[in-house]
């Protein structure tokens, strides 16, 4: 039976289950309810605490080793003290007849498994009101069987005077006793105030002839007692007072009036309505909480037990009954259902409806009540779980739970239909990071669910468009034809996304990189085919976004060996496998050097010298380029130092910055550091940045591009030319220098269109009051054709391959106004 509690004393929930990890997650949902809770990890452990814990409730697995969760529960209740506490049995069985077992030995409610620990704790606090209010009537009725027992009576014969002519007492009546020739009167030996009442009463019986009634309180052996004293006339001028000790039926009514108040609280305060049902007359009375329930007054609900059933959803009617029946029937101990109910205003309500029958010694039933409780808000709440675990919730797409389940579904049908082919795409959407960081994470939201509706519409009915998460999407389409078949839906899709995306205004422009795996049944599971086509979107990514692939072996390979180049990258820098190569940059009217790019390479200990190409893109998307990029600009800037400490003159050193470095909220800071320590001036500093940087233009990236032109820094705009950036952008960034990319240098000598853009970004420089560069200069020829256009400076093979320290020392000797030896080894 549960105990009462105070804010102090929590309930105690047990805990049985021979699987830990099931008692720990149990365990761990309760108390993040505010439960106490103790664990037992079988049967016997369990009854062993049983008396020692006195839990309040019991949540008892059925299927233990030894002793199983049945015969627990029979021993529980067998067990003093515990026929009525909460038993709430854990099963994976959902035949009936376990459900069944489980009631008839005694279990209160059964939860199958696997548990939503989310609505577990609604269901133990539901449990634990219910016994409160079952043990709150068992106790008023316990109370109200006290009043049956009779109570011996006391009796005065009184005459109109007061005199006490006989007195007969009675065990616990502090009644005088008359001997024989004394009659006393009755102030002599009742309390005055008593006295006079009484003496009214015997007059107005003598005047009347009605019996008179009186209750009152008198003092016997320093307690109070209640009496009531009836007084009848009993002959012309005398009357009979019996007098009858009512303190303990006080006591009762009082108790009872309490007991009820109780009830009725305890009720309300679960929320349900009762329904009491007797099966001799078929009546049924329903509880003024029941009809609001359904959104009835008292007086439009009668007592015919078709009120209820006539309500009853018609797809539920039937098992209701049915479960009815079973109860009454002996075969199970309890009923409970849930149920639809039609509500007043046309909708329908969920309902649990519990109950429980009485019967006579025969064992056939005679009466049958129960309670009804609202549980509308938790099957929408479960309803909402179940679409939450299955959908996504920003775009209304299906989620990766529910595409692996069609995946795996799609696989198992290649295993009966050998003829049978499908294709899984994945997709990501071209800089997407891009739109999240110069827009907002709404503006990005809006293009995650406008592309899910596009994508939608390049399926057909019957395959299945997912989100995975951020800005990666999977497609299932069933029952392709042939791999043609699958490219032309590529082609479909990426047409699809010709149309820019328009978000506040602004016109934005995305595409989505498509990795392509078919299915086979040579797959053993839907996450490697799904791990196949994510391989190859990133095969796409990397050869030029805005395409597909389709995937063929050796990219998985390639992709195990980027997962081996990404660990070695972690620990690259600590074993100090980076190095600087410098290349000049020249003034192409005498080929003089005028400055220097500080170019990062990888001395890898088994693959030899890694190109950037291969390793930089890795350390951007893994946050390394934050450390690398550090590393780079301080040993660079202390070689600087070096060089114009031993008499160099001076020059201007470029110094590569990842978009990810300037994305970095510490990276001016660690900027002005290096300088600080280093002694380099900021003049002689370059920091070149990317073109994709313009097309960010976040407010953020420009204050960080200001401060530092602030401090002297020069910035340079590298690869110029190659990127969707509008030129507008150059007004409003603090660009120093363009580079012409090398892609436009190298077609320079046989192509007259690269010529006019070369000339337009030379005239754009000039007009800006901006230096340019060329880049990738090889050929005496491309040299030439670059003096004719005017462009005063490059770099390239034709000047100097890029040279380790050691070797760009010694052409560094040989500048014109050198003063001293520059000493070797002087970069870290």
Not at 10 to 26: F, G, N, S, Y
Not at 117 to 130: A, E, I, M, P, S
Request: hydrophobic residues 40%.
């Amino acid at each position: 039976m549960m105990r009462e509690h105070n804010g102090e004393n929590t309930p105690l929930i047990l805990v049985v289950d021979d699987d830990t990890v099931m008692r720990m997650l149990a365990h761990t949902s309760l108390a993040r309810e505010g439960y106490r809770v103790k664990e037992a990890e079988n049967g016997a452990e369990a009854l062993s605490l049983l008396n020692a814990l006195k839990p309040d409730l019991i949540l008892l697995d059925v299927m233990m080793p030894e002793l199983d969760g049945f015969s627990t529960c029979e021993q529980v209740r067998r067990s003093p003290g515990h026929e009525r506490t909460p038993i709430c049995m854990m099963t994976g069985l959902e035949d009936t007849g376990s459900i069944h077992r489980a009631y008839q030995a005694g279990a209160t409610d059964f939860i199958t498994k696997p548990i939503n620990w989310l609505l577990l704790g609604y269901r133990v606090r539901y449990l634990l009101r219910t016994s409160k209010a079952f043990d709150d009537v068992y106790r008023a009725e316990s109370k109200s069987r006290a009043l049956l027992g009779a109570i011996p009576d006391g009796m005065l014969r009184i005459s109109h005077d007061g005199t006490l002519l006989e007195s007969r007492n009675s065990s616990d009546r502090d009644l005088p006793s008359v001997a024989e020739g004394d009659n006393p009167n009755i102030f002599e030996f009742l309390p005055s105030l008593l006295a006079h009442q009484l003496m009214g009463q015997v007059h107005k019986t003598l005047e009347t002839g009605i019996v008179q009634l009186l209750e009152c309180r008198v003092a016997i052996g320093g307690a109070l007692h209640d009496w009531e004293i009836r007084t009848i006339r009993s002959g012309e001028n005398e009357a009979l007072n019996i007098v009858r000790d009512i303190t303990e039926r006080k006591r009762t009514e009082k108790a009872l009036r309490e007991s009820e108040e109780r009830y009725a609280l305890a009720s309300l305060a679960a929320n349900d309505g009762l329904w009491d049902w007797n099966l001799l007359t078929n009546e049924v009375h329903f509880s003024s909480r029941w009809k609001g329930l359904l959104g009835y007054s008292e007086e439009e609900i009668g007592t015919d037990i078709e009120e209820w059933f006539n309500r009853i959803h018609p797809d539920d009617s039937q098992q209701v009954k049915i479960e009815i029946n079973s109860h009454l029937e002996g075969l199970n101990t309890h009923f409970i259902h849930e149920h639809r109910m039609l509500h007043k205003d046309g909708s329908y309500r969920w309902i649990l409806s519990r109950g429980i029958a009485i019967r006579h010694e025969t064992g056939s039933p005679y009466r049958m009540a129960g309670s009804h409780t609202d549980i509308s808000a938790r099957k929408h709440a479960e309803e909402q779980l179940q679409h939450d675990a299955f959908y996504d919730g920003l775009t209304g797409l299906p989620n990766r739970a529910l595409f692996m389940d069609r995946l795996n579904n799609a696989l198992r049908r290649t295993r009966r239909l050998p003829d049978y082919l499908f294709a899984v795409f994945f997709l990501d959407l071209d800089r997407f990071k891009m739109i999240n960081d110069s827009l907002g994470h709404s503006a990005g939201d809006a293009v995650l669910i406008e592309t899910a509706r596009r994508l939608e519409q390049c399926a057909r009915p019957g395959d299945t468009t997912a989100r995975l998460g951020g800005d990666e999407f999977v497609m299932l389409f069933e029952d392709v034809k042939n791999l043609e078949n699958a490219k032309r839906i590529a082609e479909r899709i990426q047409r699809s996304f010709i149309e820019p995306f328009y978000v506040n205004e602004a016109e934005i422009v995305s595409t989505p990189s498509i990795g392509i795996a078919l299915g086979s049944s040579e797959y053993p599971c839907g996450e490697d085919l799904l791990r196949d086509a994510d391989i190859t979107m990133y095969q796409a990514k990397a050869l030029g976004r805005g395409r597909y692939e389709v995937f063929s072996p050796d990219m998985r390979s390639q992709a195990v060996a980027l997962i081996r180049l990404e660990s070695d990258l972690r620990t690259a820098l600590e074993r100090n496998e980076f190095k600087i190569f410098y290349q000049p940059i020249v003034a192409l009217k005498d080929s003089s050097i005028v400055g220097m790019e500080a170019l990062m390479r990888w001395q890898h200990p088994h693959q030899g010298l890694v190109a950037p190409s291969d390793f930089i893109p890795l350390a951007e998307e893994t946050g390394l380029i934050v450390p690398l990029g550090e590393w780079l600009l301080r040993t660079a800037c202390r070689q600087l130092k070096t060089w114009f400490d031993g008499g160099v003159p001076p020059l201007r050193l470029a110094v590569n910055i990842s978009p990810v470095q300037l994305r970095d909220p510490g990276f001016p800071d660690m900027v002005i550091n290096v300088i600080r320590e280093s002694g380099v001036n900021p003049e002689n500093l370059e920091l070149e940045i990317t073109e994709t940087i313009l097309m960010e233009q976040s407010s953020s990236i420009v204050n960080v591009l200001l401060k530092l032109k602030a401090l002297g820094i020069h910035i340079s705009l590298d690869d110029f030319g190659t990127g969707y950036s509008s030129l507008s952008y150059l007004q409003n960034l603090p660009i120093d220098t363009l580079k012409i990319d090398r892609s436009f240098i190298n077609k320079l000598a046989f192509n007259g269109e690269q010529t006019n853009i070369i000339e337009t970004i030379l005239m754009l420089g000039s007009n800006l009051g901006m230096d340019v560069v060329a880049e990738g200069i090889e050929t005496v020829e491309q040299r030439e054709k670059l003096q004719k256009m005017k462009c005063s400076r490059g770099q390239g093979f034709l000047f100097s391959r890029p040279l380790e320290e050691s070797a760009i020392t010694s052409l560094l000797l040989s500048l014109p106004g050198k003063t001293e030896t520059v000493a070797p080894g002087g970069a870290s």
